[in-house]
């Protein structure tokens, strides 16, 4: 495992970060689960991402039951504040009241002292932004937050919120967008902003939904026990990455298969190295339903692409890529 400063902060985090969007207290039962951390935590990765309101709560609980056991010190929790998480109406947003509440469940079912990012889930229109920040800065100060993040805003909003945190002295760290090979909005604008204010990223969905684990073929059905293969899970799949199930794009995803496999690679290990190509991605998450997953896929940790395989990869997905910085969020 390698492991990379975290934007301009002191903070080191895994190259590759393991998530447990989906997977924890949903679709693996929690053995599985136990055992895709320990395998995280035999590859070298320190870096674990959840949300409170992943699996309704129930992902930070796994989570933490996962980690019984393992140094506090020797790893990074980073969870998130935003999306609902009960039915009242404060039960949701960046409020002071729901950002300190939501604080203080996720401590709770985290079984920790503090959180060591604390990522505003989406942007608040509702919600003054000074109020935000004045309540990230508290927690900071009490020790309960050491960094904050953001996650799927856009440029404008990430300027407006660096520069509260610079007047509150809040170490706003940490920028997490969706990037892959095929989804790049964030490379306009965001990544600009935030190497402007020393933000890292730390990006979500660099396999794009499965996309590119080769696993859907052109003209052939989804293969049972895939995302996309039961009902549940078909309605969120066709949301985020219903776009590339169409021949053009699993044809191409063929051919980056074979480029892969022709470099000695799987396809989803060279679609990871690729997002962390990049120099402003501080980490990839992945996710995993087995710890094979996550045993195969660390290893493109440390890899460098030469610039002939980046050109290639680029022509093969010509006419194919999102690259629009309004999809932001």
């Not at 049972?224 to 053009?248: C, H, I, K, V, Y």
């Amino acid at each position: 495992m390698n492991y990379r400063r975290l934007g301009a902060s002191g903070l080191s985090v895994s190259e590759i970060a393991f998530g447990n969007w989906i997977t924890h207290g949903a679709q693996v039962d929690n053995d599985t689960a136990y055992a895709c951390v320990r395998a995280a935590l035999d590859a070298g990765i320190t870096t674990f991402d959840t949300a409170d309101v992943y699996s309704d709560t129930k992902a930070e609980t796994v989570l933490s039951q996962a980690l019984r056991g393992v140094r506090r010190e020797s790893v990074e929790l980073c969870t998130k504040v935003f999306h609902p998480t009960g039915t009242g109406q404060n039960d949701k947003g960046l409020s002071r009241k729901h950002i300190m509440e939501a604080c203080h469940a996720s401590l709770n079912r985290l079984q920790t002292d503090y959180i060591d990012v604390y990522y505003a889930h989406r942007f608040d229109e509702r919600t003054p932004l000074e109020e935000t920040f004045l309540a990230f800065s508290d927690l900071v100060r009490q020790g309960k937050v050491l960094y904050i993040g953001i996650s799927e805003w856009t440029a404008g909003q990430i300027a407006e919120g660096a520069a509260l945190a610079r007047e509150l002295k809040v170490p706003l760290i940490a920028s997490q967008p969706q990037y892959s090979m095929l989804w790049r909005v964030i490379e306009a604008e965001v990544v600009p902003a935030c190497e402007r204010e020393g933000i890292g990223q730390v990006v979500w969905s660099p396999l794009a939904q499965g996309i590119l684990s080769g696993k859907y073929m052109p003209d052939k059905p989804v293969p049972q026990g895939s995302r996309a293969s039961t009902p549940a899970g078909a309605s969120f799949f066709e949301r985020l990455a219903g776009r590339w199930m169409r021949t053009e794009v699993l044809q191409a995803v063929s051919r980056l298969s074979s480029l892969a496999h022709e470099a000695g690679l799987t396809l989803p290990q060279l679609a990871i190295a690729w997002v962390l190509q990049n120099p402003q991605v501080s980490a990839a998450i992945i996710g995993a339903s087995k710890p094979e997953q996550v045993q195969e896929n660390v290893k493109a940790a440390g890899l460098r692409l030469d610039p002939e395989m980046m050109r290639e990869i680029d022509h093969i997905l010509e006419g194919l890529v999102e690259r629009d910085p309004g999809k932001t969020g």
